[in-house]
């Protein structure tokens, strides 16, 4: 398969740190705050999955119900 060096993917460092980080922050202001502020009940669950010689996952849903 033919790289093309044009092309540069960040680290996964940069990626993770900075990235992402921003996306989530963006995400959050334009979305979540919106609806926050009308929010008058929310619920929340987790689940954990762990595996041996794997990656462990945590999740976290919250289900928020706003007034409309």
Not at 45 to 52: H, I, P, T
Request: net charge negative.
């Amino acid at each position: 398969m033919y790289l093309c060096p044009i092309v540069v993917f960040p680290s996964r460092k940069t990626f993770s740190q900075e990235i992402l980080l921003d996306l989530l922050e963006k995400t959050k202001e334009e979305y979540m705050l919106l609806k926050l502020k009308q929010c008058y009940f929310a619920t929340t669950s987790f689940d954990l999955w762990m595996s041996k010689g794997a990656h462990d996952v945590f999740a976290l849903v919250i289900n928020f119900l706003n007034e409309e």
